[in-house]
């Protein structure tokens, strides 16, 4: 809500930067504590999404578009960044990128619908339903199991 609302009151660019620092910079704080808890792994449910980060061949690329699809829950992509033992600097790599195009549909969909910008919030609508398809190309690039 808060990114929404950042789109809103501050506009399109200057909420975009709010939500792009903002975003990484709590992200990169749960991947923090998330990779300090190792209780919280053994809790989680069984999870399709974090099985499907965790099996991927390009794991970093996983976790990347994890945090930049709002559907993913961050605390799976938290979880399996830990699970991978991806290193501090690239995992705040890897948040950064995963939060530009969520900020971006928070920021410019919030100033959209401010001012009922129809191009726009098509626009944005369109480029939410493009990420829900990521979902499924982080399912299709699983390893293969070896079969015995």
């Known amino acids: 809500m808060i ?9 399109a660019p200057l909420g975009f930067v709010v939500n792009v620092v903002g975003l990484t910079i709590g992200n990169a704080l749960g ?9 919280l792994r053994k809790q989680q ?3 399709r999404i974090l099985d499907d980060l965790l099996k991927m061949r390009h794991p970093k690329l996983g976790i990347a578009l994890g945090y ?4 993913v829950p961050n605390t799976l992509v938290h979880i399996a960044a830990a699970d991978l033992k991806i ?7 890897l948040i ?3 939060s530009i195009p969520t900020a971006f549909f928070y920021a410019f969909g919030g100033d959209a619908v401010l001012h009922l910008n129809v191009k726009r919030l098509v626009f944005v609508a369109v480029l939410i339903a493009a990420s829900a398809g990521v979902i ?6 699983r ?4 079969t015995n």
Do not use: H
């Not at 991947?31 to 209780?39: G, N, T």
């Not at 930049?68 to 559907?71: C, I, L």
């Not at 390893?143 to 070896?146: A, D, L, N, Q």
């Open 31 to 39: 991947a923090l504590l998330v990779s300090r808890i190792a209780e």
């Open 143 to 146: 390893k293969r199991e070896k």
């Open 96 to 98: 950064f990128a995963g």
């Open 3 to 11: 990114a929404i609302v950042s789109g809103i009151c501050l506009g």
């Open 87 to 93: 290193n501090r600097q690239t995992l705040l790599g």
């Open 136 to 141: 499924s190309l982080i399912r299709r690039d």
């Open 45 to 47: 449910k069984p999870s």
């Open 68 to 71: 930049s699809v709002p559907f």
